[in-house]
T-cell receptor, first 113, second 111 residues
Framework: GDSVTQMEGPVTLSEEAFLTINCTYT??????LFWYVQYPGEGLQLLLK?????DKGSNKGFEATYRKETTSFHLEKGSVQVSDSAVYFC????????????FGKGTKLTVNP | DTAVSQTPKYLVTQMGNDKSIKCEQN?????MYWYKQDSKKFLKIMFS???????INETVPNRFSPKSPDKAHLNLHINSLELGDSAVYFC??????????FGPGTRLTVT
């Protein structure tokens, strides 16, 4: 079946550090890939997405590249801020499939000043 | 202005009770979803409706029954609540395979 594996947290960084959160997937069809972010006490917000191989999604300084050869969609940011503290979810939907989002288990990021 | 709204935001109730959570979207989307987030933050799809028709029904107890009176609403009714139903329930909507927009969540606590 379809699944997403992302690195276990929690991740604790100092402000301005480089962030990588690894995400790999298995899919029965051709997936679209997403990163969602959940700030404390809030719902999920779409952070970025990519719908085909080699696409790069980017938003708010975050980037992720759809790598079909390694079935990966790692999230990166060059310089994190305290306000980036949140839980980050990698997810996929299979194009032409049931449209449900399959989520990874989430990675909690804490950025200290 | 709220795109996807849910009520209530918090719900505390006793075992055995019946409760409902309401969801409304004003985005004009044709597909709506219910997700459950457990205490470890794991998110799992429960149901999905497209144009008021049920299209996804994951392995969810029969005590959970979604109802979609129209394309803009998807309510979740839960009978005979159990301790294990305690979780945060998220409603979401989308247009076909485009990105899903989530509501703020309803934190259900069963005592």
């Amino acid at each position: 079946g379809d699944s997403v594996t992302q690195m276990e947290g929690p991740v604790t960084l100092s402000e301005e550090a480089f962030l990588t959160i690894n995400c790999t997937y298995t899919a029965t069809g051709y997936p679209s890939l997403f990163w969602y972010v959940q700030y404390p006490g809030e719902g999920l917000q779409l952070l970025l997405k990519a719908t085909k191989a080699d696409d790069k999604g980017s938003n708010k300084g975050f980037e992720a590249t759809y790598r079909k050869e390694t079935t990966s969609f790692h999230l990166e940011k060059g310089s994190v801020q305290v306000s980036d503290s949140a839980v980050y979810f990698c997810a996929l939907t299979v194009q032409g499939g049931s449209e449900k989002l399959v989520f990874g288990k989430g990675t909690k990021l804490t950025v200290n000043p | 202005d709220t795109a996807v709204s849910q009520t209530p935001k918090y719900l505390v109730t006793q075992m055995g009770n019946d409760k409902s959570i309401k969801c409304e979207q004003n985005l004009g989307h044709d597909t709506m979803y219910w997700y459950k987030q457990d205490s470890k933050k794991f998110l799992k799809i429960m149901f999905s409706y497209n144009n008021k028709e049920l299209i996804i029904n994951e392995t969810v107890p029969n005590r959970f029954s979604p109802k979609s009176p129209d394309k803009a609403h998807l309510n979740l009714h839960i009978n005979s609540l159990e301790l294990g139903d305690s979780a945060v329930y998220f409603c979401a909507s989308s247009h076909r395979n485009y990105e899903q927009y989530f509501g703020p969540g309803t934190r259900l606590t069963v005592t």
